[in-house]
Each structure stands twice: as structure tokens, then as C-alpha cells.
């Protein structure tokens, strides 16, 4: 079965630092696009990174650039996202999602969304 | 970025009734748009891309029209599984941006 799942989410205070995880099954991760992306609670979805591939390309958004880096083990096909210096404004669920192939890369619709792990910054 | 604009916020639809979701953009997306279904709790779904094109496994009643800067997804007798928030993204500009949702409940 193909399946993404998430960890590493928690309370953490301000200014503090989280590493989530997305672990694959039923696919190789370094044969896909991969994102994150948040839901803060009751809010909408909003993109917050993506990386290519065998990680030689990576985006993120403005919001959580230079404090957030996406990055890949494929030993153990497990997607990570190392999120430092947190504010109250990055509580969400952060979800990790495969994108669909045949389009053009790093643009295209998500078909794989793990469950969420939910992140809460406050002190 | 563009804005993603999605209409109605809540849409009260009976079952067997048909749902018109409305998501516009704020600048030409093409046919580049897709859309979500989320129920609570859960993560989303993928339903439609390519603006019209059914993901694997979502049944027929889910159609998707529309291009340009106007999308629509219609719901053709909505069951009561389909009762849930709705998400447009446009996957034509970086970065990807999605709709507020549009929450379907039932009346």
C-alpha cells in the first residue's frame, strides 16, 4: 500500500527547533517530487516546501525560508523537514504529500498525503 | 502569487442534490488547477487535476470544468460521504497556492 507517514510533531517553546519525518511505503521517495505543507487550525492549506528528486533543487516559501530545510534519507525513504528558530505562527498540522508525476515537476497536484502531525509553537 | 478565491464558504446541499463549487484565480492558471476534498481530521484527497481529469478511484459524480482565471467542481448527487471542505490550488505558478475551502453541509 502506498502511504506517507508523519512524525515529530510537538509542543515546542519559541525560537525553538522540530525535525519532522515522512516515512514511504509502497513507493521509493526518490523517485517523486515531495512537499509540505501546513494547515494552521480551522485554516486553510498553505505550500511550505518542496524538494526534487535526489534533493538537488528545493523551494520554500517566504514565510519559513532560511529557518526551514526539506531534505531526504533515501536508505531509509523518509522525507524530513528541520524547522528552527519556531514562532506561534507556524502551529499547524504539517502534512508531507507525493506529487503526481507527468506534469511539470515541482507544479504539479499532490495524489499521496500522509495523516498530519500537528505542531504547536507557544510558550 | 496568485490568490485563490473559492465560492461559496458553506454550501447546505441536500443529498441527492446537486453541489456547484466556484474557485476563481486571481490571473490565468490555464487548465492548471486542481481540486481537494477534506473531511475532519483527515488529510486531503485528491479528486480532480488538469482542471477536469478524475484522480484514480473518484467516482463519476465528481466533474470539474472551467479554465483560465474560473473553475468549477460539480458534485452531481451529493451522498453523504461527500459532505466536506473543498480546496482549489492552482499548480500553474510557483508557488502552488490553494483556496479558504468551501465547507458542503448538509441542510
Known amino acids: 500500500e502506498v502511504q506517507l507517514v508523519e512524525s515529530g510533531g510537538g509542543l515546542i517553546q519559541p525560537g525553538g527547533s522540530l525535525r519532522l519525518s515522512c516515512a514511504a511505503s509502497?513507493?521509493?521517495?526518490?523517485?517523486?517530487?515531495m512537499h509540505w505543507v501546513r494547515q494552521a487550525p480551522g485554516k486553510g492549506l498553505v505550500w511550505v516546501s518542496r524538494?526534487?528528486?535526489?534533493?538537488?533543487?528545493?523551494a520554500y516559501a517566504a514565510s519559513v525560508k532560511g529557518r526551514f530545510t526539506i531534505s531526504g534519507d533515501n536508505a531509509k525513504n523518509t522525507l524530513h523537514l528541520q524547522m528552527n528558530s519556531l514562532r506561534a505562527e507556524d502551529t499547524a498540522v504539517y502534512y508531507c504529500?507525493?506529487?503526481?508525476?507527468?506534469?511539470?515537476?515541482?507544479?504539479?497536484?499532490?495524489?499521496?498525503w500522509g495523516q498530519g502531525t500537528m505542531v504547536i509553537v507557544s510558550s | 502569487e496568485i490568490v485563490m478565491t473559492q465560492s461559496p464558504a458553506t454550501l447546505s446541499v441536500s443529498p441527492g442534490e446537486r453541489a456547484t463549487l466556484s474557485c476563481r484565480a486571481s490571473q490565468s492558471v490555464s487548465s492548471n488547477l486542481a481540486w481537494y476534498q477534506q473531511k475532519p481530521g483527515q488529510a486531503p484527497r485528491l479528486l480532480i487535476y488538469g482542471a477536469s481529469t478524475r484522480a484514480t478511484g473518484i467516482p463519476a459524480r465528481f466533474s470539474g470544468s472551467g479554465s483560465g482565471t474560473e473553475f468549477t467542481l460539480t458534485i452531481s448527487s451529493l451522498q453523504s460521504e461527500d459532505f466536506a471542505v473543498y480546496f482549489c490550488q492552482q499548480c500553474n505558478n510557483w508557488p502552488q497556492t490553494f483556496g479558504q475551502g468551501t465547507k458542503v453541509e448538509i441542510k
Open positions: 509502497g513507493f521509493t521517495l526518490s523517485n517523486y517530487w
Open positions: 504529500a507525493r506529487e503526481l508525476p507527468g506534469g511539470v515537476p515541482g507544479l504539479d497536484p499532490f495524489d499521496i
Open positions: 524538494m526534487n528528486y535526489d534533493g538537488s533543487s528545493t
